[in-house]
């Protein structure tokens, strides 16, 4: 009878900080595993400490309570299958992301990251330091020897050819990999590499959860030799999943297991958009939002993903109309509340309007109206929405899209007012997508009702801020399609203008868009958190200086 193996994959959501809970999560997955006779339970990358830590995890009180942490849980765990879980190691002065293997209630074996990711929203180089490439460890004189290389170790050829070269016969890879549209393909291409490389079966074991900014989105598997799938786990959901190993004539393979199919792009981004909210409310212990209900496509979307994320019952539009607010933006602003079954308030902003005009009066006269009027209805929506939230304790969730915050065309102190911004990552013409998607699909993840939850009106229409009378947005900007083809290139891919004129975008328009978009990094540098659903969000994958007097002139 050929020798057999069981791993149990633990696909959870640590907390970032929350060593306590963090350790509890594990011990649970732990006690499952010994429940269904595993040999090894594994959890991702970091796991300890959650992920990012940012500079948080440069406190040298951190990492000892971290690694103290670890030692608790070897010693709590000593009575069963071998515990593989993430953390930091203080080498002397020499700080390492790493991963430990607890047996017997000791630290039975630990790998230390070799190759240190520096893009995007990493800055490892900047915080760790690289470790030597490990061998593999033993798992029992009967299972696998398994090389563990961690997360961008498995990349590259270099470490898992080096791991299998020293007897590793199967390789295990703990992640915290971040999700962005269509990552998901990568991954697996690199690892189907990785397996091909070197003819052993691979385990790809992601975390799930949201963390600031970013969403992990889980969507773990195994892979046999040849790059076969064996196993796939769920996206973005929770998942302890027990696998199974044996050894063949040609090695160690896995047996089939479950086989979760990927959601379409579409879903992809809601769901993420939908989890991250939910983890930063949760993590950062708010229980109830509001947001300011225009009427527009850009809250009604938000209202949606709020309702989805926490319940209607857990979230409060509010309305804060002037004499510029149409009907018909009333009566969508109603149709959406009705249809997700949230709390509506209204609160008119005429007589802080009054106030204000008259006390800016005497310095005011003689000038004409313009922007700084349209700003100061904005500003007292902004107030008005702050003093809310500070009353109920509800957090104010901002709704400016991708194509605004690129180009400023929103309100610091303003409508740029608020905790988190689901769609800050999302370009308008995407936005329209994402309504209609959500309009004529629903899962079991979302809390608020099916069906047309964003009125075919509000999807319709043509944008519009209502700051003065018959305003739309095609008024200050390029239509939507123009303007997000621009901001996809010049943000996105990092173009130059030369290219994008070559893409048939009239040069004059590029430069425009291209001077909003350099002006506007002070506003972005104030603004809220939200979710990252591509690898150029603004924040930690795209940074640039406020002051900044370079223009492309090509």
């Not at 430069?511 to 990252?532: C, D, M």
């Amino acid at each position: 009878m050929s020798n057999t193996f069981r791993l149990t994959m633990a696909q959870l959501n640590p907390t970032v900080g929350d060593l306590a809970g963090n350790a509890a999560k594990a011990r649970d997955a732990w006690a499952a595993g010994k429940a269904a006779g595993a040999d090894l339970v594994a959890l991702p990358e970091m796991f300890i400490t959650g992920y990012q830590t940012q500079d948080l995890i440069r406190r040298r009180q951190f990492i000892s309570d971290a690694l103290a942490a670890i030692q608790t849980l070897a010693l709590d765990c000593a009575d069963g299958p071998m515990l593989s879980i993430g953390g930091p190691f203080l080498n002397g002065e020499r700080l390492h992301n790493s991963y430990f293997v607890l047996k017997g209630g000791a630290i039975h074996a630990r790998m230390d990251k070799f190759f240190l990711p520096n893009f995007t929203v990493f800055d490892e180089v900047r915080l760790f330091n690289r470790g030597d490439i490990s061998g593999p460890f033993s798992t029992g004189n009967e299972g696998p020897r398994l090389g563990a290389p961690i997360c961008e170790d498995a990349w590259y050829p270099d470490v898992c050819e080096a791991m299998v070269e020293s007897g590793a016969e199967a390789l295990l890879v703990p992640n915290g990999s971040p999700y962005f549209r269509e990552k998901f393909p990568i991954r697996m291409n690199n690892m189907v590499a990785r397996v091909i490389e070197n003819n052993v079966p691979l385990v790809y074991l992601n975390m799930v959860g949201g963390q600031d900014d970013q969403m992990f989105d889980g969507g773990s598997f195994v892979l046999n030799r040849g790059g076969a799938l064996a196993v796939q786990l769920p996206f973005f959901d929770e998942a302890i999943v027990h696998v199974d190993f044996a050894q063949g004539d040609d090695g160690w393979y896995a047996l089939d297991g479950q086989k979760a199919v990927p959601p379409e792009t579409l879903e992809q981004d809601y769901r993420a958009m939908v989890e991250s909210l939910r983890d930063y409310m949760r993590k950062t212990g708010f229980t109830k939002v509001l947001l300011g209900l225009s009427g527009g496509i850009d809250s009604a979307i938000v209202a949606t993903i709020a309702a989805d994320a926490l319940g209607p019952e857990n979230v409060r539009c509010v309305m804060l109309p002037s004499e510029y607010t149409s009907q018909a933006s009333l009566d969508d602003a109603q149709a959406v509340v009705d249809a997700l079954g949230c709390r509506y308030d209204t609160v008119s902003i005429a007589g802080p309007r009054a106030a204000v005009t008259e006390a800016l009066a005497p310095l005011f006269e003689g000038l004409d109206e313009g922007l700084t009027e349209e700003n100061i209805q904005s500003r007292l929506r902004g107030l008005l929405l702050m003093a809310q939230s500070n009353k109920f304790g509800e957090m104010l969730l901002t709704t400016g899209n991708k194509s605004e915050v690129a180009v400023g065309y929103a309100t610091i102190y303003g409508d740029m007012s608020g905790g988190y911004n689901p769609i800050k990552d999302m370009y308008k013409t995407r936005v329209f997508a994402t309504c209609r998607w959500r309009n004529a699909n629903h899962r079991p993840w979302m809390k608020a009702p099916a069906g047309e939850v964003i009125p075919v009106s509000i999807i319709d229409k043509p944008p519009s801020a209502e700051l003065k009378p018959d305003q739309k947005d095609a008024d200050s900007l390029p239509p939507y399609d123009v303007l997000d083809g621009i901001l996809e290139m010049l943000v996105d891919r990092e173009a130059s203008v030369a290219e994008c004129v070559a893409m048939g975008y009239d040069r004059e328009t590029v430069k425009r868009v291209e001077n909003l978009v350099y002006i506007s990094e002070y506003k972005r540098f104030q603004s809220a958190p939200g979710t990252r659903l591509s690898d150029r969000a603004f924040w930690l994958d795209r940074r640039y200086p406020i002051v900044n007097r370079w223009r492309d002139e090509s």
